[in-house]
C-alpha cells in the first residue's frame, strides 16, 4: 500500500526528486520501456546512481548498481526509484532481484508498474527478501513522467497529445489553406522538443497536401527521430511529399491501392488498411495498432478536420496550444471541426494544466475533464 508524501522525509522527496530527473534523461530513447531513474544511498549520501538509457541496456535500478564505485556494495543501501522495481525476465534480467541480490535494506519508489508481467510482483518480491519497500512518493510527478507508458499498459493505447498553433482568436489557417507561420520560433521550436520525446508523430494527408512537412525533430538535438505515422484514407500521398524522406513512415488507409502501395512500400513506408463503416480510417483502432507497436506517446500535427475527428472519437488525451498575439477573423479555420451544439451542457470541459509564455506566444496544456 502506498503512503502519502507528508509520511516521507525530505531527504527522501530530494532523492525521489533526484530518480525523476535521472527518468526525464531517456525520455527520447527508452521507449517502449518506461523512463526510470534509481538513486542508491547509505546515511544520507547519494553512493550511485543510474537511469535506463534504451531497450535492452540496463534499467534504472540494474544502472545504479553498476555504477557503484570499485569497492563499494549496496548491501544495506537505499534503493529511490520512480517506478515499480520490475520482476519478469525480458530483453535484461528482473530488476527486483538485482537488488534482492545487491542486499539492499529499503527500497522507495513512486507508482506501481501496471505493466501485467510485474503490478505488484516486484514489491511482493522484495518484501518476501526482507526487504523495506515503501511506495506513494511523488506519485504524480511519477506519472507524468512515464504518461505514455501508464497509458498504453492501462488502455493498450498511446498517449494522444494534439499539438495546435493558433491565433488569439482561436484560428490555425487562412481560408486558403495557409498557416505558416502563426505564431513564433520560438514556439515552433518548442513544438520540436515535444516530436523528440514522442514516440511517433501523426499527421493528415490533408497536411501532407496542404504544408508538404517533413515532421522530423530539427530544432533540438535528439538521438533518434520519431516514426512519422500518415492518415491517408484513399492512399493519395504523393510519392515526392517530403515526409517519405529517410523512410520511417507508418501510412494508415481504408482503401487498399496494391500498385501505389507497392511503390511506397519501395520508399521504406509501411502501409495498415484499418476501415471503418465510412470508408474513412477507423481511428480507435489506430490507437489500438500503435499501442500493440509500443507506441507510449503519440504527438499529432494535423488540420482542423483530423484534430476534430480525433477528439470526437475520444482519441485525444491532451491539448499543447501555442496561441500568437493575432487575429485572422472567422473565415480562417478553427483549431477543430467538431459537431455543432445546441446546449452549452454539451461542450467539451477541460483541465487547463499548464500555461505559460514562449517567446511572444502564450503555451497551454489542457487535458479533458473527468467524468
Known amino acids: 500500500m502506498s503512503a502519502p508524501d507528508s509520511t516521507f522525509s525530505d531527504f527522501d522527496r530530494r532523492m525521489m526528486a ?12 527508452a521507449h517502449p520501456n518506461p523512463r526510470v531513474g534509481c538513486v542508491l544511498t547509505r546515511g544520507e549520501q547519494i553512493i550511485a546512481e543510474g537511469w535506463h538509457v534504451r531497450p535492452g541496456g540496463p534499467h534504472g535500478e540494474a544502472a545504479a548498481l553498476l555504477a557503484l564505485p570499485a569497492g563499494t556494495d549496496a548491501v544495506g543501501a537505499t534503493a529511490y526509484v520512480n517506478l515499480e522495481p520490475c520482476s519478469h525476465y525480458g530483453r535484461t534480467p528482473p530488476c527486483s532481484q538485482a537488488l534482492i541480490a545487491a542486499r539492499v535494506a529499503h527500497v522507495v519508489y513512486s ?6 508481467k510485474v503490478a505488484g510482483k516486484g514489491a511482493a518480491a522484495l518484501r518476501a527478501a526482507g526487504i523495506n519497500v515503501e511506495s506513494g512518493l511523488m506519485a504524480a510527478e511519477a506519472e507524468e513522467i512515464n504518461i505514455g507508458f501508464l497509458k498504453r499498459m492501462r488502455s493498450g493505447r498511446p498517449f494522444v497529445r494534439v499539438k495546435m498553433g493558433a491565433s488569439l482568436d482561436g484560428r490555425v489557417a487562412l481560408a486558403n489553406g495557409k498557416s505558416q507561420w502563426i505564431t513564433g520560433e520560438a514556439a ?3 513544438g520540436h522538443h515535444w516530436r523528440a520525446r514522442a514516440c511517433a508523430v501523426l499527421t493528415g494527408i490533408g497536411t501532407v497536401r496542404d504544408d508538404d512537412p517533413q515532421l522530423t525533430v530539427r530544432a533540438v538535438t535528439t538521438p533518434r527521430q520519431p516514426l512519422r505515422v500518415v492518415i491517408d484514407s484513399r492512399l493519395e500521398l504523393p510519392l515526392t511529399a517530403r515526409i517519405l524522406d529517410g523512410g520511417g513512415v507508418l501510412i494508415a488507409c481504408a482503401v487498399m491501392d496494391e500498385t501505389k502501395a507497392a511503390k511506397l512500400k519501395e520508399q521504406g513506408a509501411e502501409i495498415v488498411v484499418l476501415p471503418n463503416a465510412a470508408g474513412k480510417v477507423e ?3 489506430l490507437m489500438q495498432e500503435l499501442g500493440r507497436r509500443g507506441i507510449n506517446e503519440l504527438h499529432v500535427e494535423a488540420g482542423h478536420k483530423l484534430n476534430g475527428s480525433l477528439i470526437s472519437e475520444n482519441c485525444v488525451d491532451e491539448l499543447l496550444l501555442y496561441l500568437a498575439p493575432s487575429l485572422l477573423g472567422e473565415r480562417a479555420y478553427g483549431m477543430a471541426d467538431l459537431p455543432e451544439l445546441t446546449d452549452l451542457a454539451d461542450r467539451r470541459e477541460l483541465t487547463i494544466d499548464d500555461v505559460r509564455m514562449v517567446g511572444g506566444d502564450i503555451r497551454v496544456r489542457a487535458g479533458w475533464k473527468a467524468g
Request: charged fraction near 40%; charge should be negative.
Open 188 to 190: 515552433r521550436n518548442d
Open 18 to 29: 533526484r530518480a525523476l530527473e535521472l527518468a526525464e534523461r531517456g525520455a527520447e530513447t
Open 111 to 116: 507508482i506501481d508498474d501496471p505493466n501485467p
Open 283 to 285: 481511428l480507435p483502432a
